[in-house]
């Protein structure tokens, strides 16, 4: 068993932990988009015309079949070429995790709206409201509760995910555990001191979810 | 023999709800085969008859959630619409009460009964909720304002969804087997609370398996059978005096002589 020694993560500690704040600021702002996208492209996917649910569908298989590194080089190197249009690393990394992950909170609001009794719909539309509102008043809202375990592991993938962003030299947790990793030659305490943040940046998250959920979830049920 | 019925049919301004040959198949099942049948107004009619009579496809065609494929139905003068945006504004005006509830889980009891006002009307929320809350106490709930639907027996859950069809002051109820989930010691308030608007004069037409609410409650009796009228009448004479051979049968299945 070698020693543990912490001084280069002692050393570089305020280095570290702006790299968690970065890790965190592209973590809510992936999951934000991806939830206001995922769910207007769910909805769409279950409720707008065939040939809008036909794109949707390609969109989600494809991006089911494409790993999220991919997509991140792709948009960071391939992109500036095909149009000239060039995005500094955080958003590149932000706009592919988003469309990645959105791929898959569509499945998720889809399979939560097409969850809700016919009957429900019925009862809205018997009352005078329009299908607009039906799916807002009386869908959505029971539909988000019965997504919500679902929706914890889509926050743990995207604050997972994120990592991957380093490879294009995003300045989060990842990129700057490897930068002290290298320059110190100390990669087992570094690096080992990086599984200890995500799984505290990970394990609160998905019990908060799972304590939500259980105190939600009868309101779901129809 | 409360109002003499057919003295009243016969007598009677225009019917508030004219069904005229309407009809409805599944594939080459004849749900519904040609029905024309008229609701005048201020009348309570039962709709009776076995299983797959084509009774509760009839309640459900006519605020146009289950469209009829031929035939029309014809509500205060107008022939329901059936483009979307017009037949809200007819729906709106009918109450529908359904056999399994339906009220919104995510919703109290309060919150049910103004969701109709609040966004179909547009009434202000503190007005819509102080008028459920007068609805909730005339359906005995005014207690159980606050409790979500999960929290209410199923009689409850049956009354507040009375309440919420109210809320829209329809001009129409319509019940579609009100009582057919109910535990048996529910049954009775939801009918009694029935009776009381029966009593107040509202307009109502029940899909039920009560007979003897029908029997007691209805001004007017339509048996159906294989998507047709099989007979129809005030309850005195279905019930005591059948004329169809196929009435005397079907309640005496169900034990009236």
């Not at chain 1, 992109?79 to 932000?94: D, E, K, Q």
């Not at chain 2, 039920?208 to 009796?221: G, L, P, Q």
Request: glycine share 8%; net charge neutral.
């Amino acid at each position: 068993m070698p020693d543990f020694d912490l001084t280069p993560i002692m050393e570089s500690w305020q280095f570290l932990v702006a790299g968690v704040g970065v890790t965190i600021m592209l973590s809510l702002l992936s999951i934000a988009a991806s939830l206001v996208l995922g769910t207007l492209l769910g909805v769409g996917r279950v409720y707008g015309p065939r040939p809008l649910q036909w794109a949707i569908t390609f969109y989600v298989d494809t991006m089911r079949s494409i790993p999220v590194l991919v997509v991140i080089v792709w948009i960071y190197f391939a992109v500036p070429i095909l149009t000239g249009i060039n995005f500094p690393p955080f958003w590149s990394a932000l706009i592919a995790i988003t469309i990645h992950i959105t791929a898959s909170v569509v499945e998720i609001v889809r399979a939560g709206v097409e969850s809700i009794r016919e009957g429900q719909c019925r009862a809205g539309l018997a009352l005078g409201m329009s299908w607009p509102q039906v799916i807002i008043n009386i869908v959505l809202p029971q539909a988000a509760i019965r997504m919500l375990p679902a929706i914890g592991s889509v926050l743990s993938v995207t604050i997972k995910d994120t990592a991957i962003a380093s490879v294009i030299a995003v300045p989060e947790f990842m990129k700057r555990a490897e930068t002290v990793a290298a320059q110190s030659y100390q990669p087992m305490e570094v690096f080992t001191f990086a599984i200890i943040v995500y799984f505290l940046l990970l394990f609160p998250t998905t019990r908060t979810v799972d304590f939500i959920y259980r105190r939600l979830s009868h309101l779901g049920r129809s | 023999m409360t109002d003499a019925s057919p003295i009243r049919r016969a007598a009677r301004q225009r019917p508030l709800l004219e069904y005229k040959h309407v009809h409805k198949a599944f594939g080459v099942f004849k749900a519904i085969d040609d029905i024309s049948i008229n609701i005048y107004p201020g009348e309570v009619v039962c709709f009776i008859g076995p299983s797959g009579s084509g009774k509760s496809t009839l309640l459900r065609g006519t605020n146009g959630l289950d469209p009829f494929d031929g035939g029309e139905v014809i509500f205060d003068g107008l022939v329901l619409p059936r483009k979307p945006s017009d037949v809200r504004k007819v729906r709106r005006r009918m109450g529908m009460v359904f056999q399994n509830f339906e009220l919104f889980p995510h919703k109290t009891a309060l919150q049910n009964v103004a969701i109709g006002p609040i966004t179909v009307l547009n009434t202000a929320k503190a007005e819509a909720e102080q008028q459920a809350m007068a609805l909730l106490a005339k359906v005995g709930l005014a207690d159980k304002a606050d409790n979500y639907p999960v929290n209410l027996s199923g009689g409850q859950q049956q009354r507040v969804a009375i309440a919420r069809a109210l809320a829209m002051q329809p001009e129409v109820l319509l019940f579609d087997e009100p009582t057919s989930a109910l535990d048996p010691e529910t049954i009775g308030e939801v009918l009694s609370v029935m009776k009381a608007l029966a009593d107040e004069g509202r307009t109502m037409v029940i899909v039920t398996h009560e007979m003897s609410f029908a029997r007691r409650v209805a001004d007017w009796v339509i048996v159906f059978e294989r998507g047709k009228v099989l007979e129809e009448g005030p309850p005195e004479q279905i019930f005591e005096a059948p004329t169809v051979e196929r009435t005397k049968e079907f309640l005496g299945h169900l034990g009236w002589a």
